[in-house]
């Protein structure tokens, strides 16, 4: 524990940029969090977004920075990532690797890294950013879309057949709302948790979201929106 407050204490240290430390409520850069379906143009949007306003986009870099700090493979670590409750089943693991890398020390360091993370600024893509940031000045986005058109969509983009879509489509939606259940007990329909829902169901141009978003997140960051 004492080596994961340390390099967090040396990120928050880096990200300085007078000698006030950046906080969560007061971050160096704007922080938005992007909750997306498979399909829906999340990534696209999260990329753009990120490019437009010149700030760092962190999404598999969350779990390399967790396996890291945990001192552990990564593909365990993504193991716990991709199924939380697979944990309960990796006894054998630490009975001989005397690691921990059950749901409480996941839980604990994610936190851990996105508090850390939303103090320096950024685009925070999935992993419940959004539960771990909700007192925190970020704007938090959720990007919809029916399974069908999403499909669609990833089909027309070379991704395979309608059907292959589909069901993948349908696959990970579930197992991403399984993931924030099981880990912060959020559902991923609740619309309160967001700040921004939005429905690319209708959308051809995803241009139009990346600037509705762009000054949404400077206003909050300027401290136009949110009370904090």
Not at 108 to 121: E, W
Not at 177 to 204: C, P, Q, Y
């Amino acid at each position: 524990m004492s080596n994961i407050l340390s390099v967090i204490s040396a990120m928050a240290e880096v990200a300085t940029v007078t000698h006030e430390e950046p906080t969560t409520r007061k971050p160096k850069q704007p922080v938005v969090t992007i909750s997306r379906d498979y399909g829906s143009g999340g990534d696209i949007i999260a990329t753009r977004l990120a490019q437009r306003l010149s700030i760092p986009l962190y999404d598999e870099t969350v779990l390399k920075e967790i396996a890291v700090r945990l001192n552990d493979d990564p593909a365990i670590v993504k193991l716990l990532d991709e199924g939380f409750g697979k944990a309960k089943d990796m006894w054998l693991y630490r009975l001989f690797s005397g690691k921990d890398v059950g749901p409480d020390a996941y839980r604990d360091t994610l936190i851990k890294v996105v508090m850390s993370l939303g103090r320096m600024g950024g685009i925070l893509v999935g992993r419940g950013a959004h539960v771990i940031l909700t007192d925190a000045c970020a704007l938090r986005v959720r990007i919809t879309g029916s399974p069908e058109v999403c499909a669609r969509r990833m089909a027309a983009s070379g991704h395979g057949s309608f059907s292959e879509q589909l069901a993948k489509a349908k696959e990970i939606d579930h197992q991403r709302g399984k993931f924030v259940w099981e880990v912060f007990h959020s559902r991923l329909s609740d619309s309160s948790a967001f700040d921004i829902n939005i429905n690319t169901d209708r959308m051809g141009d995803f241009e139009d979201v990346v600037d509705m978003l762009m000054g949404m997140a400077k206003a909050i960051h300027s401290g136009r929106v949110l009370a904090l």
